[in-house]
């Protein structure tokens, strides 16, 4: 699952990564907990992208509470093309989510390890994710979940589930409208953890009102 991540890279390196003409509002964060909104990428109609803040924890559109989203904030790959919860934004509203890593965490005996997974280089990454659009009376809601599959073998030792990662060669295809369900699947199968590392944490971070750099340490 992915519970928890950051994303520390400033809006110049930010608008220069994804070739972006501006940003929303944005402030870096160290520990983003579901609940808040997050600076993601979309494709608009045109088929350009823009960047926008979605809350963190999907709200189909169908749904009549919006508490369902505590229990979306992560989607299961394996089946988005089933479930009724995902299946039109898996269809019609993918979208990159922004990161500079994640944390995760070992069970053990005597508590929990957090750790951070990151670029060995530090630089920026998306997560593959999906958005929604909810109305109901006077009250709008543009939501996201962040797409889980199974381990690979660097994660395996911390959890049995891991994010997407969507490759940057691959972002104008995952966010493409018009792929085919054949294209998007090959992505979501594909490993974008090369370069990726695991460094242990304080247990600072496991509070997720904490947001500083002791996140990281």
Same mark, same amino acid.
Request: aromatic letters at 12%.
């Given at each position: 699952?992915?519970? =928890?991540?950051?994303?520390?890279?400033?809006?110049?390196?930010?608008? /220069?990564?994804?070739?972006?003409?501006?940003?929303?509002?944005?402030?870096?964060?160290?520990?983003?907990?579901?609940?808040?909104?997050?600076?993601?990428?979309?494709?608009?109609?045109? &088929?350009?992208?823009?960047?926008?803040?979605?809350?963190?924890?999907?709200?189909?559109?169908?749904?009549?509470?919006?508490?369902?989203?505590? =229990?979306?904030?992560?989607?299961?790959?394996?089946?988005?093309?089933?479930?009724?919860?995902?299946?039109?934004?898996?269809?019609? =509203?993918?979208?990159?989510?922004?990161?500079?890593?994640?944390?995760?965490?070992?069970?053990?005996? #005597?508590?929990? #390890?957090?750790?951070?997974?990151?670029? /060995?280089?530090?630089?920026?990454?998306?997560?593959? &994710?999906?958005?929604?659009?909810? /109305?109901?009376?006077?009250?709008?809601?543009?939501?996201?979940?962040?797409?889980?599959?199974?381990?690979?073998?660097?994660?395996?030792?911390?959890?049995? =589930?891991?994010?997407?990662?969507?490759?940057?060669?691959?972002?104008?295809?995952?966010?493409?409208?018009?792929?085919?369900?054949?294209?998007?699947? #090959?992505?979501?199968? /594909?490993? &974008?953890?090369?370069?990726?590392?695991?460094?242990?944490?304080?247990?600072?971070?496991?509070?997720?009102?904490?947001?500083?750099?002791?996140?990281?340490?």
């Amino acid at each position: 699952m992915c519970g =928890r991540f950051n994303l520390t890279a400033t809006p110049e390196q930010v608008i /220069e990564t994804f070739h972006l003409h501006r940003l929303p509002r944005y402030e870096p964060s160290y520990n983003i907990p579901p609940g808040q909104k997050i600076l993601t990428i979309v494709q608009l109609d045109d &088929g350009s992208h823009k960047a926008v803040n979605l809350y963190w924890g999907l709200i189909p559109h169908w749904s009549k509470d919006r508490k369902i989203s505590s =229990r979306l904030m992560n989607a299961r790959a394996e089946t988005l093309a089933e479930k009724p919860a995902f299946k039109t934004a898996y269809q019609q =509203r993918r979208c990159l989510i922004l990161a500079t890593g994640f944390y995760e965490w070992l069970k053990l005996e #005597q508590g929990k #390890q957090a750790y951070c997974i990151s670029p /060995e280089n530090q630089s920026l990454f998306a997560f593959a &994710g999906l958005w929604e659009y909810w /109305e109901h009376d006077t009250e709008t809601i543009y939501s996201c979940t962040i797409i889980t599959t199974a381990a690979n073998e660097l994660m395996q030792s911390i959890h049995h =589930r891991m994010p997407v990662i969507i490759e940057k060669q691959n972002y104008s295809n995952w966010l493409d409208k018009h792929a085919s369900l054949e294209t998007t699947q #090959q992505l979501l199968g /594909e490993d &974008g953890y090369q370069g990726m590392r695991i460094t242990a944490v304080s247990d600072w971070v496991n509070n997720p009102y904490h947001n500083d750099k002791n996140c990281l340490n």
